[in-house]
């Protein structure tokens, strides 16, 4: 799908879709009860149905009824399956070991990128605990039963590694340790998982980066869980109301959120953006915008996205400890890099991240997606600064995070410009 953007700044209202990860992890959870329950999510994304997918392939009955995904939890677990996980990197890491722990033979089905996305060291992790995880011809096969024991995972290659052991330990008869080693990438994704799994009773201690885990455990959902808005699709909008004289406003975001993408905030702040805070939601205008230094390491689906408004802000925006960016849907230091490029910035890729020069304005022109729902979503960002149109072609990718996204964008309003 090709879509042509009119140029120009946006303001205007718009209400947040649901939290994708949050969702993720509540899929999971319920889907492990002992209850029925209904999880309430405004958006339901190409990768939340791909979770959803599989834990039916595991003998749950999950059904969408609107923004209503009505749970019926497993009852008894299928021996072997062979769920389709989409491009979804958090469904392929997250059930990794959630099925080991089941003691589900699973044949993964990824698409796109995702089977060259690496897998390790979660794959040698559970190796030496019972199960196995092996790539063959286009499948993530995995196979065995996981055993409760003193885990030790590096926490500086992927949050969701740990996440999924999170979910999947306290099912294990016996109780459990797992020690995160080093720096952690995306800490706030883990204690998102700390939430969830707190709301659904399961108990563990955690001192430092050790974590106590009790086994023999059932997630127990509340029969009616509400998922909270995105941080990280509410970004997309903020950015925009950083170019706008009237600003853009979003609704229906935890302004208390463990969210890490929440973030964006202080980053908008620090670039001189005028933000304003009701009651569940943020307002973003134009101020004076200045370049910064901005750390990819915690935040990097945030990226795309802040580089896009970097390239109207005045001096230099480096981007930094970004090197996980080359490993999402697309290799986003390139894919923001040529995007940008195409539209006139100044802007230059760097091992791990990349370094821009601020103009008044970009030019417009055609880009790509890189079928990267982010790079997509980001060239609609990049438009509000551009003084030709912008035309996005595979721009149907949007719908892995946020299938309404274009929609949401052609209701802002376009503000011209004195004479």
Known sequence: MTVTIPHGSRSGLILAPASKSFAHRAVIAAALSDES?????DGISKDIKATISCMNSAGADIRVNGSRIEVNPIKKTVDKCAPDCGESGSTLRFLLPVFGALGINAE?????????????P??????SYGVTVNKRDGRVICQGQ?????????????????????????????????????????ESYIRMTEDVLKSAGIVFDKCGNVYKIFGSQKPRMSSEFKVEGDYSNAAFFMCMGAMSEKGVTVSGLNLSSSQGDKAVIEILKRMGADIAFGSGSVTVKKNC???????????????????ALACVCEGQTVVINGERLKIKESDRILSTCRMLSNLGADITPTDDGMIINGKAKLKGGTVDSFNDHRIAMSAAVASCSCDGDVTVNG?????????????DFSSLEIETEEA
């Not at 689906?301 to 802040?306: F, G, K, Y």
């Not at 149907?396 to 299938?403: A, G, L, T």
Request: net charge negative; proline share 6%; charged share 20%.
């Open 289 to 307: 915008l200045l370049g910064t230094t901005i750390d990819a390491s915690q935040i990097p689906d945030l990226i795309p996205t802040l580089c």
């Open 122 to 127: 979660l794959d040698e992790v559970l190796a």
């Open 146 to 186: 996981l055993k409760s024991g003193e885990y030790k995972i590096s926490g500086d290659v992927s949050s969701q590694y740990i996440s999924g052991l999170l979910m999947a330990l306290p099912l294990l008869e016996g109780d459990s340790t797992l020690e995160i080693i080093g720096r952690i990438q995306s």
């Open 395 to 407: 721009a149907e990718c949007v719908e892995k995070s946020y299938p309404e996204f274009w929609n």
């Open 108 to 120: 993964f089905l990824p698409r796109g990128r995702l089977y060259d996305r690496p897998l390790c």
């Open 37 to 41: 329950s209904v999880i309430i999510c």
